[in-house]
Every structure is written in structure tokens, then in C-alpha cells.
């Protein structure tokens, strides 16, 4: 029933290690995202794809890598993983590129390097 | 610099009182989304209001568009615990497919 999943939704790791975060719509959407919130909750985006075209590449570090195999899934992929990467991330969907669509936003996932 | 500055950074308030959370800028969004976020959870959406002057009632809730477009208002009257959450005012410039979200306000409904 779950229209956007995220998983894991807690990460735990180690300063260098490469992890990746996965995302599923079953909303049929076309466009999905990639959100950081960091711990003043702020929530910035930073990647988005719309039918499997990267259509918004914030300035985020080249260690981070969006693949979207399929319009239905978002995943990300991150290397040798930085203290400041802790964050909560958040995957979005909606339909249409238009930022003024609603948004659909899974339940995070908490990523916290030791 | 924030594009979308929000406030109050935090409010706690009793059951039953009334609010106003405000989100300006100083730049004009073509629309203007509110989510909230519980816990634990991803913002959801709760209204987007696309005119300058609109002004749009959810039950308790009433959301305004400034008039050019550059800020906007969130009432709640009598809140209730259940409003508790973090509110987040998001805005979309021209045909860009980027959203820019505010800067949040924490709400605490007590009984």
C-alpha cells in the first residue's frame, strides 16, 4: 500500500564506506527526487529524474551517484561516505516536471556516519 | 541566503489558541505549496495555492498568497495536538522543475 518506500530507513556506517538508499513509487509517476535534510530540518533537493532523464543535478559532491533503472525507482548511491553526509534523505515522486506538482514523499532514511 | 524565510522558528502554544506561521521572500514563485511533517515522516502535502490574494480553507486551517506572490500565510484556528508537526512552505519559480523549501516552522500543540 506504501506509495513511496524507501529502504533502509536507518543506516549506520563508517566514515569511508560506500553505501547505497533505494527508492520505489507504485503512484505511477513520472518524476522522482532526491531530498537532504539535515539536522536544522532543513530539506534541499538534490537530484531529480523524469522518466529516467536526470533533469535537476544540484551541487551535490560527485561521490554521490542517482540511478533510475525505471521511472518507478530512484536509487542513490553514495561513496566513501563523509562525516557531513549524516542527514536524513528523502525520496519524492509526482507527475510532471513542474515543481509545482504535489509532491509524494517516503518516510526518510537516516543515515548516520561514525 | 534562504530564498524562503520562515516564521516563527518555533511555537509552542496550548490546545485551543490560535496561530499564524508566515513564509517570505524576496523572490516571486509562480506557486506555493504547505507540507507537514510528523515525526519520522515525510512532509505531506496539505495545500497549493497558485494566485496572487488566494486564499484556500483546509477545516482549521486557512492558507494565503500574498499578493505578489512573494509571500505567504498559514492560520490555525483552535489548534490541536494533532497540528503538531513541522511546517514547511515550498516554492516553485516560473516552469523550473526545482521546489525551494522554507526554512520550517516547529509547532507544539499542549493540552
Not at chain 1, 78 to 89: K, M, P, Q, R, W
Request: proline share 4%; aromatic share 8%; with cysteine.
Amino acid at each position: 500500500d506504501t506509495a513511496v518506500s524507501q529502504t533502509p530507513k536507518y543506516l549506520v556506517t563508517q566514515m569511508g564506506n560506500d553505501k547505497s538508499i533505494k527508492c520505489e513509487q507504485n503512484l505511477g509517476h513520472d518524476t522522482m527526487y532526491w531530498y537532504k535534510q539535515d539536522s536544522k530540518k532543513f530539506l534541499k533537493i538534490m537530484f531529480s529524474y523524469n522518466n529516467k532523464e536526470l533533469i535537476i543535478n544540484e551541487t551535490v559532491p560527485n561521490r554521490f551517484s542517482p540511478k533510475s533503472p525505471d521511472k518507478a525507482h530512484l536509487n542513490l548511491h553514495i561513496n566513501s561516505l563523509e562525516l557531513g553526509d549524516s542527514a536524513v534523505y528523502f525520496c519524492a515522486s509526482s507527475q510532471g516536471r513542474a515543481a509545482s506538482q504535489p509532491q509524494h514523499f517516503g518516510d526518510g532514511t537516516r543515515l548516520s556516519i561514525l | 541566503t534562504q530564498l524562503l524565510e520562515q516564521s516563527p522558528q518555533f511555537l509552542s502554544i496550548q490546545e485551543g489558541e490560535n496561530l499564524t506561521v508566515y513564509c517570505n521572500s524576496s523572490s516571486v514563485f509562480s506557486s506555493l505549496q504547505w507540507y507537514r511533517q510528523e515525526p519520522g515522516e515525510g512532509p505531506v502535502l496539505l495545500v497549493t495555492v497558485v494566485t496572487g490574494g488566494e486564499v484556500k480553507k483546509l477545516k482549521r486551517l486557512t492558507f494565503q498568497f500574498g499578493d505578489a506572490r512573494k509571500d505567504s500565510s498559514l492560520h490555525i484556528t483552535a489548534a490541536q495536538p494533532g497540528d503538531t508537526g513541522l511546517y514547511l512552505c515550498a516554492g516553485a519559480r516560473g516552469t523550473a522543475s526545482k521546489l525551494t523549501f522554507g526554512t520550517g516552522t516547529r509547532l507544539q500543540v499542549t493540552l
